[in-house]
């Protein structure tokens, strides 16, 4: 109701003659509260949810459809050989606190990240930075130990976000940006408000507040939405309920994609699934449809690959491992496993593993392989399966953008050893022409998808459900990003 | 006599705590998951790993960890939380701004609703009274209280639109704002209680209504309501009153599917959190505050029959 009379005021001063109008509130649920508020020393999406592009922008920003654009950086130059990257800042941005944002900053925000004591969980990002260096107050000029044509691209993360030594000390509490939205109040456990930054350098946010409210249980989170306690739900945890909302008046329903490769990853390295012959008959075995309607109620696309079929290089290999279940067990037969075998699937929390494992145990059985199913937390999967690599099977969803460089790395827990791949790997790092990159990725794609290193099952969707009078959210979900900055109400 | 009893309930109450500190911390250092591993992500690289773990001092031994621990609480520090980042005493002392006066609500709900039930019920014994009292609270037991949690929201919330469907907005909102969001909340978790402790409170009435006291009571002279309030009462409130202390705990501690189902920051929500982030130090702290919590309140439970029972403070 106090919403409903903000609105109408706003609407009654504003001048401008189109729809939108500045002013009013928003109510955003989530279902992940932030740890702690520094995106740039934990992996937690929920903190990048909340500030990433509200609060804090990088030299480089993700848009909506995942393109990198300028950020605080307006433009840049790169020297011929692709290892010197110079970038111009933007003249007048202030972080909240009010000092000046300038090459120091950045200079500080990137050793910060590179240093020994460093905390970053995406460290990898700045490893090929040689030196960052301030030329004058407004750029900064970062010398990379090679050429990498990924560059711009790392420098969008949230965890790239650039932040100020004045302001570092409490960022994990008292988060200090340069963004459109200004942080100002946490209550933990309940909710995050930020307001309207007046100062911001760009296109001022039309909304005065926001406050993102943290509700984890599916039907907590229906409850909410359907008593219109909070005006957009991003990632909305039920659904199961979609219908729902779509035939009610009041909501819209948003589903977008995210850059969430859902895959069931094999241990590489353990028997018998070091045998690609195994592998590729797990691949064939699997219904990635029945999968898609059983454990995620028709959300999420076919891959055939390690790669988000959004992309421009996407290649489309799911006739690789085409649902064939009497291929599966002829392959088995082959490989000397006629009889079956059994194999440990352990499952992380996640709907997608919990529901997706129960399906795909059911369809391996259907050729003769045995599972046998864990539950898992969090943070023992990471302990266990992760890090100790003691597993068979197990279904994740790797929500990295262009993460197929995983697939470079023989002790990562899938240990997938392919000299070939790590070469295609090395020469994209320095490929900066489009085409050849483009090439180079088919050709990585390919690799894995006929090396049968996982079972590829689909793209992770997300679904947003919001009131039907909002304008403005993104629908997809290049990064674990809530960019609040163009959203208004429609009278 | 009152004050020795009490004093040897202290020093009971002191070699619990110490045992239950030591079998809280041994139980979570067996759980497997690191804390820094689950806070930076599977892009970790290890001596990122390495100066986290430095940071949050987990490259100690578990003894050492254990003494700083416990040694903290003694003065009032329980540290700082691994994820969060902030000192754990603040912290609980913000959930339970939530916690506390939700359990007591629920707790003045139950016993509110209990109590006259229960001895209404046992004063017409067999009547349409205790037959539709005993038939209600068999159903409040038999409910369980998350469902009913929903069936309110769906009601209350959605349809009627009398009360939100959950979250909580701080007492500097006002007395009012939180009441009424913690209303429904306290409903659902007093319901059962309530059943629970009419049930007991009638048996324990007709229990002491049929003894020989209220007979020879009955036969001086007194009255039947007479005879209950000076005699049965106070001889029926022992077993209500342990319930009642039990009960209390359990809402202190036992109501985290209800806080889930509203999304309340109460303690309970506080704890789910970080069992599933590893935040031991949390867990730890917590747990040790539930306990703690038990046994003041059984230590207060006791020398509430020793008030209304004097025969009780010479013995033990």
């Known amino acids: 109701m106090k919403r409903l009379t903000a609105c109408a005021l706003a ?4 001048v401008a003659g189109w729809a939108a109008q500045a002013g009013s509130d928003l109510v955003v649920g989530l279902q992940l509260e932030p740890p702690h508020l520094d995106p740039t020393s934990a992996a937690a999406g929920a903190i990048d949810q909340v500030l ?28 011929g050989d692709g290892t010197v990257y110079t970038f111009r800042l933007r003249p007048g941005v202030t972080f909240h606190d009010g000092t000046a944002l300038d090459a120091a900053d950045v200079v500080f925000t990137l050793d910060r990240a590179r240093d020994d004591m460093s905390q970053n969980a995406q460290k990898a990002l700045f490893e090929g930075i040689e030196t960052v260096e301030a030329l004058d107050d407004l750029t900064v000029r970062v010398t990379l130990r090679g050429p990498d044509g990924n560059f711009l691209f790392n420098m969008a993360w949230g965890d790239a976000v650039i932040v100020a030594p004045e302001s570092i000390g409490n960022i994990k509490q008292a988060p200090v940006g340069t963004g459109a939205f200004v942080f100002d109040d946490w209550v933990q456990g309940d909710r995050i408000t930020l307001t309207r930054n007046p100062e911001y350098w760009g296109t001022p946010a039309w909304l005065d507040r926001a406050t993102f409210r943290f509700i984890s249980d599916p039907t907590a989170a229906f409850a909410a939405v359907m008593a219109e306690d909070v005006d957009a739900f991003p990632g909305f945890p039920a659904p199961e309920n979609l219908p729902q909302f779509e035939a009610d008046p009041r909501f819209q329903v948003l589903v977008g994609t995210t850059e969430g490769e859902t895959i069931l990853s094999m241990n590489n390295a353990r028997p018998p699934l070091n045998d690609k012959m195994v592998r590729r008959a797990i691949a064939h075995a699997i219904d990635r449809r029945a999968v898609i309607e059983g454990a995620m109620f028709g959300l999420g696309t076919p891959i055939g690959t390690h790669f988000a079929p959004h992309h421009p290089d996407y290649v489309d290999l799911t006739h690789l491992s085409s649902y064939d279940p009497e291929l599966s067990r002829q392959l088995l037969d082959e490989a000397g496993y006629g009889d079956g075998f059994t194999v440990a699937l352990k499952l992380p929390p996640p709907s997608y593993a919990r529901r997706g494992g129960e399906i795909i145990a059911a369809q391996l059985r259907s050729v003769g392989i045995e599972t046998e199913i864990t539950n898992l937390e969090w943070a023992q999967w990471l302990e266990e399966v992760f ?34 791949f790590q070469t ?3 020469a994209l790092a320095e490929q900066t022409n489009p085409k050849k990159r483009a090439r180079l990725l088919e050709r990585m794609q390919t690799r894995i998808a006929e090396d049968y290193v996982n079972g590829y099952l689909f793209q992770l ?23 609040l900055t163009g959203v208004y109400w429609e009278e | 006599m009152m004050l020795r009893y009490a004093a040897r309930r202290a020093v009971s109450l002191v070699l619990s705590l110490l045992v239950a500190s030591l079998v809280i911390f041994l139980v979570l250092e067996i759980v497997p998951g690191d804390p820094a591993a689950y806070m930076l992500g599977v892009n970790a690289q290890p001596d990122t790993l390495a100066a986290l773990r430095a940071e949050l001092g987990l490259n100690q031994s578990a003894t050492a960890r254990y003494l700083d621990w416990a040694g903290g609480m003694l003065v009032g520090d329980f540290g700082i939380s691994y994820t969060y980042r902030t000192p754990v005493a603040e912290m609980i002392a913000d959930r339970l701004q939530v916690s506390l006066p939700l359990a007591l609500f629920a707790l003045a709900l139950s016993t509110g609703i209990a109590l006259p039930a229960g001895i209404w019920a046992a004063r017409r014994r067999g009547s349409a009274v205790d037959v539709g009292v005993m038939g209600l609270t068999q159903l409040g037991v038999a409910i369980p209280n998350f469902w009913f949690a929903m069936l309110m929201v769906l009601v209350f919330a959605i349809n009627l639109r009398w009360f939100g469907a959950g979250g909580f907005p701080g007492w500097e909102a006002g007395l009012w704002p939180g009441l009424k969001s913690l209303t429904l909340p306290a409903v659902a978790l007093a319901l059962p209680q309530a059943s629970i402790l009419a049930r007991v409170m009638r048996s324990a009435l007709l229990d002491t209504l049929s003894s020989d006291y209220i007979r020879t009571a009955r036969a001086k002279g007194l009255t039947r309501a007479q005879a209950l309030r000076r005699h049965a009462l106070r001889n029926a409130m022992i077993p209500v009153l342990t319930i009642i202390g039990l009960q209390f705990s359990f809402l202190l501690a036992g109501a ?9 920051p109460g303690l309970g929500r506080l704890v789910f959190q970080a069992i599933s982030a590893r935040d031991l130090i949390v867990v730890e702290s917590v747990v040790m505050l539930l306990v703690f919590a038990v046994i003041v309140v059984n230590f207060a439970v006791d020398l509430a029959y020793a008030w209304i029972d004097p025969r009780l403070r010479g013995r033990r």
């Open chain 1, 424 to 426: 295609l790997h090395a």
């Open chain 1, 52 to 79: 990433y592009a509200n609060v804090f922008e990088g030299l480089t920003r993700f848009g909506p459809d995942g393109t990198v654009h300028p950020g605080l950086a307006e433009s840049w130059e790169i020297s």
């Open chain 1, 387 to 420: 890090r100790g690599k003691d597993y068979g099977l197990t279904i994740v969803s790797h929500t990295e953008p262009f993460d197929i460089g995983i697939y470079a790395r023989p002790d990562y827990y899938f240990q997938y050893d392919s000299a070939e």
């Open chain 2, 256 to 264: 985290i599917i209800i806080e889930n189902v509203f999304f309340l």
């Open chain 1, 461 to 483: 969707a997300i679904p947003t459900v919001a009131n039907a009078r909002l304008r403005g959210l993104w629908v997809n979900a290049p990064t674990q990003a809530t960019d």
């Open chain 1, 11 to 14: 609407g009654a001063m504003s």
